[in-house]
């Protein structure tokens, strides 16, 4: 019986078969010079992602160069640490990093993607590569070329998993690091099982995108691509297939008599099809699914020469240029984008400059706002928090600046502060009665850890509001009755 359901035209993703089926992708290896560039690239960028987390251990520094401690809130990046308190200048560097990459997609299209991301090189450069070690290149079409056997596909998957534990253990690397890492490695899974669990499920997560969801992850799932159409304009660098050039496609043939000779450069060889990792024609234009890897020029750029043509047919081109339109290297956009960054990058760096190893901030019990005490003086019960910024435990020691202060009790004093951590300790401070006018005292703390860290804070202390009274007359009007200071901390 016919099928009632209309046969589709064309498939709608390139990942998948007319009938909804996936389309399984096997790109063929076309050697070129952007391959060979691409390749130096993702190397450097594989042996820099590897060892980051290990380069303040291998040069002696003091933090790691980029820690994502999400279960205690603290970020390192670059040698500065962002704790929670930090939101401006985390927020800060985030808008600067997405003005950045907006700017340079603009300006170069999806370079990013091609030559940078780690899906990307991952993928192309680690296990396509495997997969062609196991199971042969590829012949047109993208098919194997001949049946491949099971032990091989068997044995692809196992180095697989083996690569995507390497990765599993790296990525985590930057969210716990290397001296848990170090730990974790080291010790039975029975020990720290909720850790075992996050490696497992992470290395598995590898296995899953790079095994079998593959360039779905660019296609699909990944945000970026689909704001390709809002960020690029007329003028940005993308992959173009030359359509003036190539067009009418198709095998060359002599013209029979009369004939006009066939002009387009196109052989319709197929070659830029098979070779592109995400499955389109470049032939069709400018699509969402096209990631700049420049795998289609490398095809395309030798049959062009055997044909004794110019190269070029596809190319690093812009959609104005191929339209015959003038370069515009001005546009407003990357005039705003650079001005927004500079804004954005002057405030960080001012901030960054005024921040010290540790935070100080003296706050107010609740409660009374004073006690006024049997030998005539005044306490002001107040807390004081230190966040320790630094990667080593510190010791701050709390003085008061001047003679005013009497006396000044803390739990300790020097303060002991575990590295990153904060602690919050009571601090009772003494003065005479004498020191307060109209019920206030400003005195300033002195806060300093002897290794470089040095603060002074001001602190405004509550008191009687005039002098002391006999007993039997009364308080000043407005004032806080002397003998309780009752109230809430203001
Ligand atoms: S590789 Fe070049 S010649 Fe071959 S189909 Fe693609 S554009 Fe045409
Ligand atoms: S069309 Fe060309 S540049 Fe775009 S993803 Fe495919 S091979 Fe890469």
Redesign the pocket.
């Known amino acids: 019986m016919p099928s009632s359901l209309l046969e589709p035209e064309d498939r709608v993703l390139s990942t998948l078969e007319k009938d909804g089926s996936r389309r399984w992708l096997s790109p063929r290896l076309s050697g070129g010079s952007f391959l060979t560039a691409r390749r130096m690239f993702a190397y450097f960028l594989i042996v820099a992602f590897t060892l980051t987390p290990y380069i303040h251990l291998l040069f002696g520094l003091e933090k790691p160069l980029v820690l994502l401690d999400i279960l205690h809130r603290k970020f390192i990046l670059f040698g500065f640490t962002f704790l929670p308190t930090d939101t401006i200048l985390l927020a800060l560097t985030l808008v600067t990093l997405l003005v950045g990459i907006f700017l340079m997609t603009a300006l170069f299209g999806r370079v990013w993607c091609g030559w940078a991301c780690p899906q990307t090189v991952y993928m192309e450069f680690v296990y396509r590569p495997i997969e062609r070690l196991f199971e042969g290149t590829k012949g047109k079409g993208g098919k194997s070329r001949k049946p491949v056997a099971g032990w091989k596909r068997v044995a692809r998957y196992g180095v697989y998993l083996l690569v995507s534990m390497y990765l599993a253990h790296t990525f985590l690397a930057y969210f716990v690091g290397v001296e848990s890492l170090a730990k974790w490695i080291t010790s039975s899974p029975f020990e720290h099982p909720v850790a075992f669990v996050i490696m497992a499920a992470v290395t598995g997560a590898m296995m899953f995108d790079f095994g079998f969801f593959r360039e779905q992850t660019c296609i699909i799932a990944c945000p970026y691509g689909r704001l390709q159409s809002a960020l690029l304009d007329r003028q940005s660098l993308i992959v173009s297939?030359d359509k003036t050039r190539?067009e009418p496609?198709g095998k060359k043939r002599k013209p029979s008599e009369g004939e006009a000779e066939q002009a387009g450069?196109?052989?319709?060889?197929?070659?830029?099809?098979d070779t592109c990792p995400t499955g389109i024609d470049?032939?069709d234009g400018l699509q969402m699914e096209c990631i700049g890897c420049a795998q289609?020029v490398d095809?395309?750029t030798p049959?062009?020469a055997k044909l004794g043509r110019d190269a070029g047919?596809?190319r690093y081109s812009t959609q104005a240029a191929m339209d015959g339109e003038s370069a515009g290297l001005l546009r407003p956009r990357v005039v705003i984008y650079p001005v927004i960054m500079l804004v954005l990058l002057t405030a960080l760096t001012v901030l960054l400059s005024v921040k010290k190893s540790a935070d100080v901030v003296m706050l107010r019990n609740l409660g009374n706002p004073f006690t006024l005490m049997e030998d005539g003086q005044v306490s002001n019960s107040m807390r004081i928090k230190i966040t320790n910024r630094r990667e080593m435990a510190a010791a701050y020691q709390v003085e008061p600046v001047g003679d005013v202060v009497t006396r000044i009790e803390l739990a300790e004093n020097p303060l002991a502060i575990d590295p990153g951590a904060s602690r919050t300790e009571g601090v009772l401070i003494v003065l005479p009665r004498s020191a307060f006018t109209k019920g206030v005292c400003d005195i300033v703390l002195h806060i300093s850890d002897g290794a470089g860290f040095e603060q002074a804070i001001t602190c405004r202390l509550l008191g009687p509001y005039g002098p002391a009274k006999d007993k039997a007359s009364n308080t000043p009007a407005g004032s806080i009755p002397e003998t309780t200071g009752q109230g809430d901390a203001s």
């Open positions: 297939y190539g496609r450069d196109c052989v319709d060889c197929h070659l830029c099809v470049i032939r289609c095809a395309c049959v062009m047919l596809i």
